[in-house]
């Protein structure tokens, strides 16, 4: 249970400490937790814990440390009784390993990946969508007629046009904490509308109504239409301290409806 539980919190064991046995017998004498009036000299074990924890962070200031305990003896524990002038806030004392972990991990997390990523996220979308020009470009270069959905009597014959286009998300995956420096898959989605030339066969109208052939009848007409779309744009992008420095296009991809 022991080493399953270090291994999954990635736990190191600290020196004891080099305090001599005179030291801590003082510490006894006056009472400090986690001596106790009460314990008549017990507690010299816990106190041999405690001054290894204190002893062992004490030396690196900008470092935080926590003791986990169920033991009440702990829960009066004043750090600048041993380390004179110590910041008190860099020590805490808590009774569950859980609990500790995520008061440790959560201010942690927050700075190193959430607040990066959001960052990282506003300026993919600045940077996607001063690249409309090129999006288009793009889009131009690999749009096909089967790509775009016509009216219900149409068949595209011809794309015109790609116009009006529009970056309105771009989707990037969530960083590992410290490893914001990276070259990542995004997508941009993009939408717009092109202008179509296309076929228009209203015999269609016969089977729709399930009326006989020679009932309606219309010529093929062939005629300008606009049709809207909506892309997926698959990228490659480097960012660098969740700046953009370099967007690649891969891919585009007609989005489900």
């Not at 814990?49 to 062992?56: G, K, T």
């Not at 470009?137 to 595209?156: C, S």
């Not at 995956?173 to 030339?197: A, D, H, M």
Request: aromatic content about 12%; cysteine-free.
């Amino acid at each position: 249970m022991l080493d399953a539980t270090i291994k999954e919190y990635g736990l190191v064991q600290t020196p004891f400490t080099k305090r001599t046995a005179n030291e801590v017998f003082e510490y006894a004498t006056k009472y400090l937790s986690p001596f106790t009036p009460e314990g008549h000299g017990e507690g010299f074990q816990d106190m041999v814990i405690l001054l290894s924890v204190l002893d062992h962070f004490s030396s690196t200031p900008d470092r935080r440390a926590v003791l986990i305990s169920s033991d009440s003896d702990f829960k009066d524990i004043n750090a600048t009784n041993f380390l004179p002038g110590f910041d008190s806030n860099r020590f805490q004392i808590w009774n569950s390993l859980k609990a500790a972990v995520e008061s440790l991990w959560e201010p942690y997390f927050d700075e190193t990946a959430i607040k990066p990523y959001q960052q990282e996220f506003e300026n993919a979308q600045s940077a996607a969508k001063d690249m409309i020009p090129e999006i288009a470009e793009f889009i131009k270069a690999r749009l096909t007629e089967d790509m775009l959905k016509p009216g219900v009597f149409d068949t595209i014959l011809k794309i015109l046009s790609v116009e009006h286009v529009k970056v309105y998300y771009v989707e990037t995956p969530f960083p590992e904490p410290e490893q914001i420096n990276r070259t990542v898959e995004i997508v941009i989605k993009v939408s717009g509308e092109s202008r179509v030339l296309v076929k228009r066969d209203l015999s269609y109208v016969n089977v729709f109504l399930k009326l006989e052939e020679h009932v309606f009848h219309a010529p093929l007409q062939e005629l300008e239409e606009k049709v809207y779309w909506f892309f997926d744009i698959q990228a490659t992008a480097s960012f660098e301290n969740t700046q953009v420095k370099i967007i690649e296009f891969t891919g585009l991809v007609p989005q489900k409806t």
